[in-house]
């Protein structure tokens, strides 16, 4: 498999990068501050870490990872001719090295209640809920800031949702934690398949009924409206895919996923029809509770 690493100046260019990257429809992104990437280097393969090449004036970077030739030869375009950037590299990781790389680096735990864990050895003693995550090229672990903050912001919301529904669910673990807080009618939708089958093997270990498929949000309809939705995507799909996300939230809506820059025009659609309860903001990220209005 090939990595092509992009080196950032500002979050800006980051966001643009990843939106170039998600409009031309390649989606194996992962995205890290250059302080992540400093502090979390030991032991990652060189083919996919080489210290010396990292510029120091970097601020932000993604890795993208290339599952054929095609899809290379696709994401080298689209980055020659539309993405600004300060640096490049590419390379070659073995599967078995990204599995190791996606594993999780240490145990991750919210409000004390929840564990989350890939080890399956683990018994999750003193923990409410623990969640068992299989790493995958499903994103959401826990441990980037918009997963964290839209899993505790959940837990405000423990017992006051019955039906939820995961706007790009990718590993998996939004959902399973809905299914762990007694929601009994769970669904969600990611765009990537592979996605999809990581979501569902992490929902398998953890005995969750959730019901994920591969959709895209812009195409999203249902004649169901949830009492709880998570979108965790981008800024500018959330403002671009407003409308078809409130309509189907009957009450509680969490966004996430958004660069505080950003924040205020996200808020000021979604506060057409919503109420702001409670914003969270962990380093630039932000993540927003709402509940609908009144009639």
Not at 128 to 153: N, Q
Not at 222 to 249: E, F, H, P, Q
Request: glycine share 6%; net charge negative; hydrophobic share 35%.
């Amino acid at each position: 498999m090939n990595v092509i690493k992009l080196i950032f100046k500002d979050t800006f260019q980051l966001e643009t990068a990843v939106e170039i990257f998600n409009i031309n429809g390649l989606y194996n992104v992962e995205i890290f501050s250059l302080d992540d990437f400093l502090q979390d280097t030991q032991g990652l393969p060189e083919e996919l870490i080489d210290m010396e090449k990292v510029s120091k004036d970097g601020k932000y970077y993604l890795k993208y990872f290339c599952d054929s030739k095609k899809e290379k030869d696709d994401a080298n375009r689209i980055i020659m001719d539309q993405i600004t950037y300060e640096s490049i590299e590419t390379g070659e990781i073995s599967v078995e090295q990204l599995n190791d790389y996606l594993e999780l680096k240490h145990d991750i735990t919210i409000k004390d209640q929840l564990l989350i864990t890939s080890d399956c050895d683990h018994d999750g003693k003193g923990f409410t809920h623990k969640i068992y995550i299989v790493p995958g090229m499903g994103f959401g672990t826990g441990e980037h800031e918009t997963t964290f903050d839209s899993l505790r912001t959940m837990f405000d919301l423990k017992g006051e949702f019955d039906s939820f529904f995961d706007v790009g669910c990718g590993s998996g673990i939004l959902s399973i934690l809905a299914s762990k807080l007694g929601a009994k009618k769970i669904e969600g939708i990611d765009i990537d398949q592979d996605s999809i089958n990581n979501a569902f093997e992490n929902c398998k270990l953890n005995k969750a009924d959730c019901d994920l498929y591969v959709g895209d949000v812009f195409k999203l309809k249902s004649v169901y409206k949830y009492d709880l939705v998570v979108a965790n995507i981008y800024a500018d799909i959330l403002t671009k895919a407003w409308n078809k996300i409130t309509d189907i939230c009957s009450k509680y809506l969490i966004v996430s996923g958004i660069v505080d820059y950003k924040w205020e025009s996200v808020k000021n659609v979604f506060e057409k029809e919503f109420d702001l309860k409670k914003k969270h903001q962990n380093n630039e990220w932000v993540t927003g509770l709402f509940v609908r209005k009144e009639k």
